[in-house]
C-alpha cells in the first residue's frame, strides 16, 4: 500500500512538473484564431519613460491592436531612474522589453557592441526613413557601422527652457510679458516672488532628486556663458578639455546656490523628481521650473487654467558669448536584439510615426512635442504654447558638432571611457542642496578628474586601434552659429 | 559483556544510518546554498578582478585596480562612514527603546499588553518600501510634521527633512529605528520571559524593589541574549538598502549614501554610460569583510559577556 502511494505520488509531481515546463511554451504558441490555426498570438512588451505622451501613447498601442488582433501590446511607463535600473536588469536577464529607448546617458554604439539592439534594416519598410527629415539617421547617432539600431522619438530642442506662471508675476509686482533675461533678473524675480507668496508659492521648483535636470541646466545655462559643454561629450567642444572650472561654470553655479540661499526654491524640491515639480508648478506652487517641450501637454490636460509664460534660458550679467548645444535628433527606441519577434516588433515601431494612426499627430496638436515626421508639424501645430516654445529654444541653441558624427572612431574612447563621479549634475544638487559650499573646488575637483579620466580613455582606445587624438573632440565652431 | 557489545554495535549502527540520514536530508539545503549564497560570493571575487558592465560577453581582467579605484575614492569612504553612522544611530534605538519597550510590555498587570506588542510590531512586517514613500510624505514640506512644527510656531519655514543634508541621515535613522523596533521588542521580551518567575519571587521575600530587582536579577541575565542582539543589529544595521534607497536614494548630494546605494548605483545604473559591476564587487568584497571583521568583534565581546555573565550568576 506504502509503496503504491509513493508511486502515485511520484507519478503526480512528474505530471506537475511537466505542467510547469510546458506553461510559457503554451501561452506564446496559442494560436489566436483556433479555426484556421495559423495565426499566433504574440505579446510585444515595450517600455520608456515617456510619461507626457502616454495618453496618446496607450490610444495609439489600443488602435494597433484593433487593427492586429494577433498583437497583444504590453506597455510599462516608468520614471527615468526607474526604466534605467528595469531595463538593465531585464536586459540582463535576457528578458529585455521588445522595443526599449536606450537609457539616457548612454551611447548608442557602446550598446549596440554590447549587443542590445538589433539593425532596423530589413525590418522596417524601405521607405521608412524616407518619412522623416533630414539629419535623423545620422552615423554615429542613430546609425552604427552604416546600420539604423534606433529611431528618435521627437525633434530634439534644449529642454531647459524657463516656463513661468504669468499669475504669480503679477501678484508679485512684476510684468508678466518681461520674463528675466540675465542672472540677476532671475534671482531677483524668484526672490520677489518668494516673498509675495509667504509660504503659499515660491519662486522656483525643480525634480530636485533628479541628477539628470541638473546636469541639463548646468550644461545649457553655462553653454549661454561659452563653456562649450554638450551632451555630446565629455570635454568642452569648443577646447577639448572639462570646462567645468571655467567661469561660465562657476557663475552657473553661483546663480543657483544663490536662489536656494535667497529660499527661492520650493521647500519640496530636493525630495521630489521631475513629474511630481510639474505638476506642483502647474497647480501654482512655483513661478518658474526649467523644463522641457513635453511638460506643456500635460499643463494643458491637468492645468487648463494655468497662464503659461515661456523663456529661453538667461545668461551671465556679462553676456552671451556661446549658445545651448543641439542636435536634430538623438538616439531613442530599437528592437531589442533578444526579441523573439523582432519583425512585428519593427512594424509597431514603424506604426508609431506613421500618418496612418494619430500618434504623431495627436502629440503635436496636444503640445506634447515636435514631430521628427514630414509635414506633421506644419499640419498639427496649433498649439501656440508649442510655437512659442519653439521661438525661446532655438533662440538660444545652435547646432553643435558632434564628435561621433565627425569621426566614427571616436565612439571607441566612449567604449573605454568612465563616468566620472560626483558629475555636475550631483555637485548642483549638492550646492542647491547646501551640501556644497567650495564651488570653485568642487569644480576644480570634477574638471580635474574628468581630464585625467579622457586622457586615460582615450590613451586605451587608441592601443586598441582607435587612432584618435584630442583634436577629435574640438572643433572650430563659432558657438553662436549652427555648426 | 558480549551483550554489552552487542548493545553498542546496535547503537553504532544506528548511528552511522542516523549520520546517513541526515546528510542525505541536508543535501537540498546544501545544495541550495551552494548555488544562492557560496557561488554568488566566490564569484564576485571574480567579477572583481573584471572591467565588466555585467551584461555583455566582452570581459577584461584588470587584476585589483578595481580594488585600488576603491580604495582611492572619497565617496566610497563617505558612504563607509555613513554606514557606521547609520549603526551607531540605529543600533541604540533598538536595544535601549527596545528594552525598555519589552519591560513595560511584559508587565502582566499592563491592561491591553497585546495589542500595544501589535502596534509596535507592525511596522516590521510593513514592507520598508512602503515605509519609505510614506515618509517622504509625512516629512516633506506639506507634510503633517512641518504642519505641526509651523503651528506650534517652532519653525517659521517648513524643514526639508529629507531633502536637507543637515537633517537626512538623522530622518533615516529615526524612521528605520522606529520601524524595526517591533522586533527588537519581541527578542527582548522573549529574553525577559526566560527568566524563571521563582527568582523574583525570591528576590521580592527578600524584600528587593522593582529597581533593584531589574539590576541585579534582570539586567545580568538578559545580558547575553542582549549581546546576540546587538550582533544580529550590528550587521543588520550595516547592510542597510532598501529604507535609504525609497527615502533618500542616497542623497541629497551623499549624505546618506551607505555602501549598499553606493555599490548599487556602480551595478545597476549609471549617470553616464553602462554599469560597472566589477567595481561595484570591488566595493562590495572591501565592505563584506569590514562586516566580517565587526561582527567577528562583536561576537568576541558577545562571548566575553556571556562567560562573565555566567561566572557572575555561580
Redesign the interface.
Known sequence: MKKLISILLVTLMIFTLAGCGSKDSDNNDKPANKEDGTTKKITLKVMDWSDSSKTQKEAFFEEYMKNNPNINIEYTCLTM?QY??TV??A??SGDAPDLFPLPS???LG??V????FTPLDGLVSDGFKDIFIDGVFKEGVNVIDGKAYSVPEVLQLPNSIIFYNKDLFEKAGLDPEQPPKTYSELRDYAKKITEAGN?DFYGIIEG??Q??RW?TAAHDFSALGGSGMSEFS?VSLLTGESSYADKAMVETFELFKGMAED?SY??????IRAPEARALFGAGEAAFIIQGVWCIGVWNTNNPDLDLGIASQVASDNGRTGSVAMATANAWMGVSASSEHPEEAAKLLEALYSTDYNYQKDCVSDGVFFSLVKGVNDEYLTNPLLKEFYDAATATASIAPNPKTENQATSQL?LE???V???V???L??TV????NDIEGSLKGLSDKINQEFDRALKAANEKGANISKDDFKFDWDPMTNY | MQQVNSKKNIFAKKNKSNIRWCWIFMIPTLLLYLVFTAWPIFSSFYYATLKW??????KEFVGLSNFIEVAK?P?FWSAFWNSFKFMFGVVPIHLIIGLLLAVVLNNKLLKLAKVYRTLFFLPVVTTASIVGIIM?FIL???GPVNTILLSLGITD????W?????YAMISVILISGWKNLGINMIYWLAALQSIPSELYEAAKVDGCNSRQMFRYITFPLIIPIGAVIALLNIVGSLKVFDIVKTM??G?????TDVVATYIY?YA?????????IGYASAAGIFFGITIIIVGFTANHFKKKIKAKSIVSQN
Not at chain 1, 113 to 116: D, F, I, S, V
Not at chain 1, 266 to 271: A, R, Y
Not at chain 2, 162 to 166: F, H, R, Y
Request: glycine letters at 16%; charged letters at 20%; a negative charge.
Open positions: 531612474d534605467k535600473n538593465l536588469s536586459i540582463n546617458g548612454m551611447d557602446t550598446v557592441k554590447e549587443g542590445w509660504g530636485g532628486q541628477v539628470n546636469k565629455p529660499g520650493h521647500p519640496s524640491t530636493m525630495s566612449f571611457y568612465n563616468d563621479s560626483p558629475a549634475g550631483d555637485l544638487q549638492g542642496a547646501g551640501a556644497i | 558592465s555585467g551584461l555583455s560577453v566582452t575614492d565617496y517622504i516633506g514640506a506639506d519655514n517648513p524643514i526639508n529629507l531633502g536637507d543634508p543637515k533618500t536614494n542623497g541629497p548630494f551623499f549624505s548605483r545597476f545604473s549609471s549617470e553616464m554610460g553602462l554599469p560597472r
